[in-house]
Protein backbone atom coordinates (compact mmCIF):
# COMPACT_ATOMS: atom_id res chain seq x y z
CA UNK A 1 0.00 0.00 0.00
CA UNK A 2 1.28 3.57 -0.97
CA UNK A 3 1.30 6.28 1.96
CA UNK A 4 2.21 9.95 0.69
CA UNK A 5 3.11 12.52 3.30
CA UNK A 6 2.61 15.81 0.74
CA UNK A 7 -0.35 16.55 2.29
CA UNK A 8 -1.61 15.87 5.82
CA UNK A 9 -2.02 12.15 7.10
CA UNK A 10 -4.31 11.35 9.80
CA UNK A 11 -3.01 8.28 11.61
CA UNK A 12 -5.30 6.08 13.85
CA UNK A 13 -2.60 4.44 16.59
CA UNK A 14 -3.38 1.44 18.11
CA UNK A 15 -1.02 -2.09 19.53
CA UNK A 16 -4.06 -3.62 17.63
CA UNK A 17 -4.30 -3.56 13.85
CA UNK A 18 -7.34 -6.01 13.76
CA UNK A 19 -9.14 -2.45 15.48
CA UNK A 20 -8.55 -1.12 11.52
CA UNK A 21 -12.21 -1.13 10.45
CA UNK A 22 -12.97 1.05 13.81
CA UNK A 23 -10.51 3.49 12.29
CA UNK A 24 -11.39 3.85 8.15
CA UNK A 25 -14.22 6.39 9.05
CA UNK A 26 -11.48 9.20 10.59
CA UNK A 27 -8.01 8.05 9.44
CA UNK A 28 -5.54 7.82 6.96
CA UNK A 29 -3.21 5.12 8.13
CA UNK A 30 -3.14 3.30 11.39
CA UNK A 31 -0.31 3.15 13.35
CA UNK A 32 0.54 -0.47 14.36
CA UNK A 33 2.34 0.24 17.78
CA UNK A 34 4.09 -3.22 17.54
CA UNK A 35 5.36 -2.30 21.35
CA UNK A 36 2.17 -2.39 22.59
CA UNK A 37 0.49 -5.39 20.86
CA UNK A 38 -0.56 -8.28 23.70
CA UNK A 39 0.90 -11.29 21.65
CA UNK A 40 3.64 -11.37 19.04
CA UNK A 41 3.68 -8.11 16.73
CA UNK A 42 5.28 -10.70 13.58
CA UNK A 43 2.29 -12.49 13.97
CA UNK A 44 -0.13 -9.71 13.90
CA UNK A 45 1.08 -8.37 11.47
CA UNK A 46 0.89 -11.32 8.67
CA UNK A 47 -3.07 -11.88 10.10
CA UNK A 48 -4.12 -8.18 8.94
CA UNK A 49 -5.87 -7.73 6.30
CA UNK A 50 -7.70 -4.33 6.71
CA UNK A 51 -8.22 -1.37 4.24
CA UNK A 52 -5.77 1.41 5.58
CA UNK A 53 -1.82 1.43 4.52
CA UNK A 54 0.56 0.69 8.02
CA UNK A 55 2.80 2.90 9.67
CA UNK A 56 4.63 0.53 12.08
CA UNK A 57 6.56 1.89 15.33
CA UNK A 58 8.28 -0.10 17.46
CA UNK A 59 8.88 2.22 20.40
CA UNK A 60 11.66 1.50 23.12
CA UNK A 61 10.79 1.86 26.84
CA UNK A 62 13.48 4.55 26.75
CA UNK A 63 11.46 7.01 24.42
CA UNK A 64 7.80 6.34 25.94
CA UNK A 65 6.91 3.02 24.75
CA UNK A 66 7.19 -0.89 25.43
CA UNK A 67 9.58 -2.66 23.35
CA UNK A 68 12.83 -4.54 24.84
CA UNK A 69 15.60 -3.49 22.80
CA UNK A 70 17.05 -6.70 22.27
CA UNK A 71 15.18 -7.70 18.76
CA UNK A 72 13.38 -4.78 18.12
CA UNK A 73 14.87 -3.12 14.91
CA UNK A 74 15.17 -6.97 13.51
CA UNK A 75 11.43 -6.70 14.29
CA UNK A 76 10.99 -3.62 12.01
CA UNK A 77 13.25 -5.18 9.52
CA UNK A 78 10.95 -7.72 9.26
CA UNK A 79 7.86 -5.73 9.13
CA UNK A 80 8.78 -3.64 6.35
CA UNK A 81 8.14 -6.39 3.93
CA UNK A 82 4.88 -6.63 4.75
CA UNK A 83 2.49 -5.84 1.82
CA UNK A 84 0.08 -3.42 3.98
CA UNK A 85 3.50 -1.49 5.67
CA UNK A 86 3.54 2.30 3.87
CA UNK A 87 5.73 3.83 6.31
CA UNK A 88 8.13 3.00 9.17
CA UNK A 89 9.47 4.41 12.52
CA UNK A 90 12.94 5.00 13.73
CA UNK A 91 14.30 7.34 16.33
CA UNK A 92 16.79 9.53 15.39
CA UNK A 93 19.38 8.36 18.26
CA UNK A 94 19.20 4.80 16.72
CA UNK A 95 19.60 6.04 13.28
CA UNK A 96 22.80 7.81 14.27
CA UNK A 97 23.64 5.33 16.74
CA UNK A 98 24.34 3.49 13.28
CA UNK A 99 21.65 0.52 14.70
CA UNK A 100 18.56 1.86 13.05
CA UNK A 101 20.17 2.52 9.40
CA UNK A 102 19.43 -1.37 8.85
CA UNK A 103 15.69 -0.08 9.47
CA UNK A 104 16.30 2.78 7.14
CA UNK A 105 17.89 0.99 4.73
CA UNK A 106 15.54 -2.25 4.74
CA UNK A 107 12.80 0.13 3.94
CA UNK A 108 14.10 1.74 1.23
CA UNK A 109 14.64 -1.57 -0.33
CA UNK A 110 11.18 -2.30 0.25
CA UNK A 111 9.71 1.24 -1.41
CA UNK A 112 8.40 1.65 2.37
CA UNK A 113 8.76 5.50 3.54
CA UNK A 114 10.70 6.29 6.98
CA UNK A 115 9.98 8.36 9.86
CA UNK A 116 12.84 9.50 11.96
CA UNK A 117 11.56 10.54 14.88
CA UNK A 118 12.08 12.35 18.51
CA UNK A 119 10.39 12.72 21.21
CA UNK A 120 10.97 14.62 24.43
CA UNK A 121 8.78 14.07 27.70
CA UNK A 122 11.21 16.31 29.75
CA UNK A 123 10.20 19.74 27.81
CA UNK A 124 10.89 21.85 25.36
CA UNK A 125 14.22 22.50 23.82
CA UNK A 126 15.35 25.82 22.68
CA UNK A 127 14.66 26.96 19.34
CA UNK A 128 18.19 25.90 18.15
CA UNK A 129 18.24 22.60 19.61
CA UNK A 130 14.62 21.62 17.98
CA UNK A 131 15.75 23.17 14.26
CA UNK A 132 19.06 21.34 14.84
CA UNK A 133 17.09 17.83 15.45
CA UNK A 134 14.45 18.59 12.58
CA UNK A 135 17.41 19.07 10.66
CA UNK A 136 19.48 15.54 11.03
CA UNK A 137 16.01 13.49 11.07
CA UNK A 138 15.44 15.18 7.42
CA UNK A 139 18.93 13.91 6.22
CA UNK A 140 17.57 10.02 6.90
CA UNK A 141 14.48 10.10 6.98
CA UNK A 142 11.41 11.31 4.34
CA UNK A 143 9.43 12.58 7.46
CA UNK A 144 11.06 14.53 10.41
CA UNK A 145 9.09 13.82 13.53
CA UNK A 146 9.45 15.81 16.48
CA UNK A 147 7.15 15.44 19.61
CA UNK A 148 8.16 17.53 22.88
CA UNK A 149 6.90 18.43 26.12
CA UNK A 150 5.32 22.02 26.51
CA UNK A 151 5.15 23.50 29.79
CA UNK A 152 4.00 26.97 28.77
CA UNK A 153 2.58 29.21 25.63
CA UNK A 154 5.96 30.00 25.19
CA UNK A 155 7.09 26.30 24.26
CA UNK A 156 4.04 25.79 21.80
CA UNK A 157 4.91 28.81 20.01
CA UNK A 158 8.58 28.18 19.29
CA UNK A 159 7.53 24.50 18.34
CA UNK A 160 4.78 25.85 15.58
CA UNK A 161 7.62 28.36 14.66
CA UNK A 162 10.34 25.97 13.84
CA UNK A 163 7.40 24.06 11.93
CA UNK A 164 6.60 26.78 10.04
CA UNK A 165 9.89 27.87 9.05
CA UNK A 166 11.26 23.85 8.12
CA UNK A 167 7.88 23.49 5.94
CA UNK A 168 8.64 26.87 4.18
CA UNK A 169 12.47 25.27 3.45
CA UNK A 170 10.49 22.26 1.86
CA UNK A 171 11.22 19.72 4.80
CA UNK A 172 8.53 16.79 5.62
CA UNK A 173 7.36 16.97 9.50
CA UNK A 174 5.39 16.43 11.68
CA UNK A 175 4.95 18.02 14.90
CA UNK A 176 3.53 17.86 18.57
CA UNK A 177 3.69 19.28 22.07
CA UNK A 178 2.77 16.64 24.11
CA UNK A 179 0.55 17.15 27.32
CA UNK A 180 -2.43 19.37 28.35
CA UNK A 181 -0.55 22.71 28.16
CA UNK A 182 0.44 21.73 23.88
CA UNK A 183 -2.64 19.88 23.03
CA UNK A 184 -3.52 22.32 20.95
CA UNK A 185 -0.98 21.88 19.09
CA UNK A 186 -2.41 18.72 17.59
CA UNK A 187 -4.76 20.25 15.91
CA UNK A 188 -3.41 23.61 14.34
CA UNK A 189 -0.02 21.88 14.46
CA UNK A 190 -1.06 21.30 10.53
CA UNK A 191 -1.70 25.09 9.41
CA UNK A 192 2.05 25.36 9.64
CA UNK A 193 3.43 22.29 8.00
CA UNK A 194 3.05 18.96 9.94
CA UNK A 195 2.40 16.45 7.76
CA UNK A 196 0.91 13.51 10.39
CA UNK A 197 -1.56 13.88 13.45
CA UNK A 198 -1.81 10.72 15.86
CA UNK A 199 -5.11 9.78 17.62
CA UNK A 200 -5.99 6.33 19.26
CA UNK A 201 -8.50 4.06 18.02
CA UNK A 202 -10.00 3.50 21.37
CA UNK A 203 -10.09 6.46 23.53
CA UNK A 204 -9.09 4.55 26.47
CA UNK A 205 -5.81 3.81 25.20
CA UNK A 206 -3.76 6.99 24.25
CA UNK A 207 -0.31 6.25 22.97
CA UNK A 208 1.19 9.36 24.28
CA UNK A 209 -0.18 12.20 26.50
CA UNK A 210 -2.63 14.75 25.76
CA UNK A 211 -3.93 12.92 22.32
CA UNK A 212 -7.04 13.53 21.35
CA UNK A 213 -9.71 10.28 19.92
CA UNK A 214 -10.07 9.98 16.35
CA UNK A 215 -13.49 11.75 15.72
CA UNK A 216 -12.85 14.81 17.45
CA UNK A 217 -9.31 15.50 16.22
CA UNK A 218 -10.47 14.47 12.66
CA UNK A 219 -12.82 17.37 12.69
CA UNK A 220 -11.28 19.67 14.89
CA UNK A 221 -8.50 19.49 11.74
CA UNK A 222 -11.06 19.47 9.11
CA UNK A 223 -12.35 22.22 10.54
CA UNK A 224 -9.49 24.83 10.18
CA UNK A 225 -8.63 23.75 7.21
Known amino acids: MDLSFDEFVLAAATGDPAEEPAAR ?3 DCVEFRMDLAAGDPLDALAAYD ?3 PLLVTNRPEWEGGEADDEGRLGDLVAAVEHEAVAA ?3 ELHEVVGGEGLDVVDAARDAGVKVVVSVHDF ?3 PPRGELRRL ?3 ASEHGD ?3 L ?3 AESPDDTLALLAVTRAHAAAGRTLATMAMGEVGRHTRVVAPLYGSR ?3 APVDPARATAPGQYDLATLARLVDDLQ
Open 147 to 149: AVT
Open 196 to 198: IGY
Open 25 to 27: EHA
Open 50 to 52: GEL
Open 134 to 136: VER
Open 88 to 90: VDV
Open 143 to 145: VAK
Open 122 to 124: EGT
